[in-house]
């Protein structure tokens, strides 16, 4: 079974910086996607960032030239690097995972989820 395991949350002040974590194991397939998506309280799960094993990236546009997302040589573990984070940033943050031949972009195209970790920005 494919598992995800998020790290790298927790609070700090707007302007500064945080690095999420997202390891994955159990993988079948040597082309999928990961993404990073968020969801703040009352407020539907969005997508903040994908990559595919492909090479390509996508950003929402809230976070473009802000969040850097990226995958190691393995390519079992994925990063969402963010910079410049403002108050709106706040929510859980997730990694999700699935076969497919490009990144969706909804939280339904995504059948494999981590546990979530809290960024609270103030």
């Known amino acids: 079974d494919v598992q995800l395991v998020e790290s790298g949350g927790g609070s700090v002040q707007a302007g500064g910086s945080l690095r999420l974590s997202c390891a994955g194991s159990g993988y079948a397939y040597s082309r999928y996607c990961m993404g990073w998506f968020r969801q703040a309280p009352g407020q539907e799960r969005e997508v903040v960032a994908s990559i595919h094993t492909g090479g390509s990236t996508y950003y929402a546009d809230s976070v473009k030239g802000r969040f850097t997302i990226a995958q190691d040589n393995s390519k079992s573990t994925m990063y969402l690097q963010m910079n410049s984070l403002k108050p709106e940033d706040t929510a859980m943050y997730y990694c999700?995972?699935?076969?497919?031949?490009?990144?969706?972009?909804?939280?339904?195209?995504?059948?494999?989820w981590g546990q979530g970790t809290q960024v609270t920005v103030s």
């Open positions: 999700a995972t699935d076969v497919r031949s490009y990144c969706g972009r909804w939280a339904y195209e995504y059948r494999y």
